[in-house]
């Protein structure tokens, strides 16, 4: 009887859970609808396609899809682990090392974040330009290699890491090299899983940079891939349901 008290105190918050989670992949349920059925039945009523059809998937994969999306992978991949790498090792000499105009170095850093994309959009253009990168994977993701807001993260979190642990790693005669490896490293796996989850998450959702820096279809992106398919297929939604995003 006990069990069944229990159960039946918790069901109002499963049912609210339940209907919670029925609305969060009600979007995803009607774009896979709409993605089995013919132009004629697309407004049609129902959740239920009337006739399925897989016409729509066999339209959608004439376009380059899997090359968009090796593209989007390599570049967010990319991406990612230079700001992993550029940020811990930067927040580890600002935290760390003793030399002069750390704070001036920091403070460049904050500025660095208050600045807005625009500016600083097109002098990474022309730079591009001038290096010759233009159509190539160099101009998708080296100008995006470091990431001043990873740096000021990163540096918060190396700030709590208790001294006693850089102490004993000094003692046992452990380089920076080591110390990185084995104290900062370690501690710093929340934060660096955070911070490569936004970075990947930003890289994969450019969609202005790419579209000026490249020339070919072989290069584009999968946003921008998405964003032919629903121009050529303006009014075939049932083609660019099945299309990735």
């Known amino acids: 009887m006990r069990a069944v008290r229990r159960l039946a105190r918790a069901l109002p918050t499963y049912a609210l859970a339940a209907g919670y989670g029925l609305l969060l992949t009600l979007p995803l349920l009607s774009l896979l609808s709409a993605s089995l059925r013919s132009e004629g039945d697309l407004f049609a009523p129902g959740l239920l396609p009337p006739r399925p ?20 992978l390599l570049v ?19 935290v760390r090392l003793r030399f002069p105009g750390r704070e001036a170095l920091f403070g460049l850093a904050i500025l660095l974040l208050l600045l807005p994309g625009e500016v600083t959009f097109l002098p990474r253009y022309l730079l591009v330009d001038w290096l010759g990168w233009l159509d190539t994977y160099q101009a998708l993701a080296v100008p995006f290699l470091a ?22 790693a000094r003692i046992d005669g ?18 660096l899983g955070a911070l490569g ?16 820096v490249t020339r070919s279809r072989e290069m584009q992106t999968i946003q921008i891939g998405l964003k032919y398919i629903t121009e050529e297929e303006v009014a075939k939604w049932n083609v660019v349901a099945p299309g990735p995003s």
């Open 197 to 212: 989850a936004l970075s990947f998450l930003g890289a994969w959702n450019m969609y202005l940079w790419p579209l000026v």
């Open 174 to 191: 452990a380089g920076h090299g080591q110390i990185l490896r084995h104290v900062v490293l370690p501690f710093s796996a929340p934060a």
């Open 147 to 168: 990431s001043s807001l990873g740096v000021f993260l990163l540096r918060q979190h190396l700030r709590t890491i208790p001294e006693d642990y850089f102490d004993a």
């Open 76 to 94: 967010s991949a990319l991406i990612t682990l230079g700001v992993l790498g550029s940020s811990l090792l930067a927040a580890y000499a600002l």
């Open 53 to 72: 059809t897989l016409e729509a998937y066999r339209e959608v994969l004439e376009y380059p899809l899997g090359r968009y999306l090796l593209n989007s």
